[in-house]
């Protein structure tokens, strides 16, 4: 199977200290792939790297086999690859819709003079906008709260808002940066439902994860990071037995 996302020789150093040494990651198209290490492995530097949010001093990030790592994270979302945040950001005083909304792409109401050229034409586009996000809020479970204050959200919802406002773009690949933490287990259990229904749909996913039964249970392969570098890569069976996982993760 392609890689739909590939990192090679990614570094990254802050005052001398190197968060990324050298590492690598590949994401097979159509696939989940996890992303762990211990606190502090680099995990969440690298997320960075691979969406343009910190520029890399080496290496190359290439998506749909294109080279990325020049671009601005705009362009790489318009591309089809979007992130989601281990904190969880919503517009607190703007509606669940709302927020949703913002998640909408290339619109033609974006461009001054098409709001009196266009006018029907973005009156159509605004429909199906918002037809797509209360198709989203329904399948997440938030639809009732479509008209709440986003601020009214518990954290797991949260969570669900930011990685439904990451499918407004219609994304090929989503980066999610800890989506079970801090989370009820029958939220986090919905969450994962979430996932494999829309890769079911033919999104591709990268996770990080301390909750190594969410890793395990999801993940179709499984790469590990320690002080910056690759330290393992295999599916969950094999990581979850390699002896240098368990020392440098799990502490054994």
């Known amino acids: 199977m392609s890689a739909i996302l590939s990192a090679n020789g990614l570094v990254k150093t802050f005052g001398g200290i190197h968060a990324v040494d050298r590492a ?29 949010f910190i520029e890399p001093d080496a290496g190359e990030v290439h998506f749909k086999g294109d080279r990325i790592d020049r671009l601005p994270p705009h362009r790489i979302a318009r591309k089809g690859m979007v992130r989601t945040f281990q904190v969880a950001r919503a517009l607190s005083r703007m509606s669940v819709l709302e927020n949703l909304l913002l998640g909408t792409q290339n619109q033609s109401g974006e461009k001054f003079w098409n709001v009196w050229l266009k006018s029907k034409q973005i009156a159509i586009e605004e429909k199906q906008s918002r037809d797509r996000a209360m198709e989203i809020l329904d399948s997440i479970g ?111």
């Open 24 to 52: 690598n990651l590949e994401v097979a198209t159509g696939s989940i792939t996890g992303l762990i290490g211990p606190n502090g492995a680099g995990k969440t530097t690298f997320f960075n790297l691979l969406s343009n």
């Open 142 to 252: 938030l639809i009732q709260k479509a008209n709440d204050y986003a601020g009214g959200l518990s954290g797991g919802q949260r969570k669900l808002l930011e990685i439904g406002r990451a499918m407004m773009t219609k994304p090929e690949l989503i980066l999610l940066d800890e989506p079970a933490a801090g989370v009820n287990p029958t939220l986090i259990n919905q969450i994962c439902e979430y996932i494999q229904y829309w890769n079911r749909q033919g999104v591709s996913f990268l996770i990080i994860e301390h909750n190594m039964d969410v890793i395990m249970g999801l993940c179709d392969r499984v790469w590990v990071l320690a002080e910056g570098r690759n330290l393992a890569v295999g599916n969950p069976e094999e990581v979850q037995k390699d002896s240098k996982v368990l020392e440098a993760y799990l502490g054994q």
